[in-house]
């Protein structure tokens, strides 16, 4: 028989047709009266209200070109880019772990300064704000011994420099000329970003206006003389950070994007040549979808703008590096952390990212030692060598889940892009104190979510571990290096001697930086500061049947704010002896309702009279409450309760926090 001859085999032939009605209505009939929009659907912080199931009809738009990787060809063959931070104080540390994860899978490296450097002075002149967040690199010498050994022909070096970009760019080309690179043949990124610097530190060492023209110089200048290297980073970290949700993350790398693109071509640049100098870094959280469609809208939105300034379909790309968003390590159970870079990197490599940065799990408790440097490098190269993830072009694009997504966020985004140059652009909403209040909006919404556990946080405000061990980070003797780094910086190859700034400083009151679980972290470490350990005793009622699953909720609840929890049996324990043994007044009655019914009251009265200053139950009063309250019982933990504000209540009766919450 020919291939002619073959009919098509279709599986669902002998099955009735279906369509979205009918299957909305068997879901409705499974869910038992629930609604189905608060069951299935779920509303993200941008506005998106997500659907349990897409199709063919649901109205996305099939991904075109500009939505993907541009070089997605050149990718598959050979990786996206693994780029690791750099940020030890110490420039002889930073090379000996520059060079071990260059020799063990990194292709790049990415150096950042130390703040003082950032601001635009010297570790010697600031040393309150010099140190453990960056690199004491004040001077070529410093520089190259950072890079004593690293081909800088072979390895992109790209710099986080802030404010002082400039003179960070002088030494970086002093390098090259001190090793004798020919000017086509160095591979670097100087990461110039007045705004993001702004944003970040509240201050630059020159005017705004300055220090864009100055950007702009430094761009065309490189454009000129080096074809291997970028000069502009477009960083919505301080953003981010901040609690922009994801579509005003992409408005504010447009907005900036674009007040770049207007200044490089003030100095002279055409628009094609100015976007082939600016690198996108943006973060990417733990959520996996809304990563891959944030990148796939950032390609498409741009690819609009450079349409939009006259610039040919083909150079319409965007170069972008995705860093793993550092709000969202924790510093409670860091190991967890391993899994939210996986996350991250997943998101980053299928959402088509040139080059991606893996904090390290233990970011947000100091410095990395070098196994979890290790870590966080290996994340990247399991993913691209075991995984592959880099062998498929746009592999989330034809997904209706996805696509669907994108257009979303991408609409978002380009509404509130519009509004920002409706009302004077970047440079105006940053220095208008706008970004920020925006920014905080969007914070305190989503910290009410993390507080209510809507939002939970795997270790934080989720499955806490009260007895953890402190991870294991690099010590520093910050005075030290400081010391150092002052001598020999009189000359004109040190930071301050190329700085050059041009006028008076520019300040602002800066976004202000948050991580997702920081208010509860705060309760943990006053609790592990406490004289001793506060302990809560779980009466269990009814045996282990009724009383398993909410002591288990209990134990998290508390947890959370370090809370040790140690059981008694309800049924026939002695309560003051237990009480006693365990060292607190401070009783939980965990059982089932019907067990409630019956007992709660008399088990409150008992506690009270063995010594329990406060009594709890574990679920909700119901119609029951007065009477409870009169019983002795003082309060409830509850699914959906504000837990933040209930456990620092405890923590305060308990005496470990003070009225003003310290």
Known sequence: MSDADTEALTLAADFPAADREAWRKLAEAALKGAPFDKALTRRLAEGIVTDPIYAADTGQTPADAATRNAGALERVALGWDIRQLHAHPDPEAVNKSALADLERGVNSVILRLDKAGRRGGTAAGDPENAGVDGILLHSVDALDTAL?????????????????????????????????????????????????ALAAEGMLPEPLDASLNRMAKLAADTAKTYPNVTTVSVDTSAYH????????????????????????????????????????SLPVGVDVFLGIAKLRAARRLWAEILGACGVAQDARTMRLHVVTAPNAWAGRDPWVNMLRATVATFAGAVGGADS?????????????????????????????????????GDPAGGSWYVENLTDQLAAKAWDRFRAIEAAGGMSRHLTSGAAAKDCAEAWAERERRIAGRREELTGVNAFPKVDETPVDVESVDRKALVAAAAQGLAGDQTLDGLLGAEGAP??????????????????RDAADAAARRPTALLVLLGGPAMSTARATFTRNH??????????????????????????????????????????????????KAAGAREVLLAGRPGDHEAAWAQAGIDGYLFAGDDTLATVRGVLSRLGVLNEGGQ
């Not at 991606?356 to 190269?381: E, K, M, W």
């Not at 520019?506 to 309760?523: D, M, N, S």
């Not at 049996?569 to 067990?595: E, F």
Request: glycine share 12%; net charge negative.
């Open 506 to 523: 520019e300040t602002i009151t800066a976004p202000t930086a948050h991580r997702l679980g920081e208010a509860f972290e705060i309760l």
């Open 241 to 280: 950070g901040a609690g922009a949700n994801e579509a005003m993350d992409l408005a504010y790398a447009l907005a900036t994007g674009v007040a770049y693109l207007r200044a490089m071509e003030a100095a002279g640049l055409s628009v094609e040549v100015a976007a082939r100098q600016i690198e996108f």
């Open 148 to 196: 004593n050994g690293v081909f800088l022909e072979a390895a992109t070096v790209s710099l986080q420099p802030g404010g002082a970009f400039g003179a960070t760019a002088a030494m970086m080309r002093a390098l090259w000329e001190r090793r004798g690179i020919g000017k086509a043949e160095v591979l670097g990124h100087l990461g110039a970003d007045p705004l993001g």
């Open 356 to 392: 991606i940065t893996v904090l390290p799990y233990s970011h947000a408790c100091g410095l990395p030692d070098g196994f979890a440097r290790r870590i966080a490098r290996n994340t990247q190269i399991i993913l691209a060598e075991e995984s592959n993830l880099a062998k498929v």
């Open 558 to 607: 508390l947890g959370t704010g370090g809370v040790a929890c140690v059981d008694a049996d309800g049924d026939t324990g002695d309560l003051k002896a237990v009480l006693a043994k365990a060292g607190t007044d401070l009783a939980v009655i965990c059982s089932s309702d019907s067990i409630y019914a019956e007992r709660a009251a008399e088990t409150a009265k008992a506690l």
